[in-house]
């Protein structure tokens, strides 16, 4: 429980990621994003919201606590598919989350791992990691770098 108590607040993101995913792209874009967060039930619960204005979307993260497995569930709905996709799980180990899931992408099955970097927590990082092959291989396809806004 308040492993994301960290997030609360606003934050400048400065986004890097894949133009096409799963194809083994190694070209990149960047582009800002603007980050609100909140903690909710003493922890239990972290919801925010980010917009990225130059790409015109915008998205939701729903983040779950499970006392019973001491595992976090995190979900997100982004502006472009209006769907909430299916939930990685995981838990965080010295100020290291990693949280892994399954979905599907162009009609295949893949899976989703986010690691989020809270060890400077003014400053903390996400990524994204896609594997088409049951997690054999990944592919690290987007990175955010936070920046708390004053």
Known sequence: M???????????????????????????????????????????????????????????TFRVFNPETEEWSIYWVGSSTGRMDPPVVGRFAGGVGTFVGDDVYEGRPIKVRFTWDKTDPEHPRWQQELSDDDGQTWELNWIMEFSRVE
């Open 2 to 60: 308040n492993d994301f108590d960290f997030l609360a607040g606003k934050w400048n993101v400065h986004n890097r990621a894949q133009d096409k995913w799963l194809v083994g792209s190694t070209n990149y874009v960047e582009f800002p994003g603007y980050h609100e967060g909140g903690v909710h039930m003493d922890g239990t619960i972290s919801f925010d919201e980010i917009v990225f204005p130059t790409r015109g979307k915008a998205g939701v």
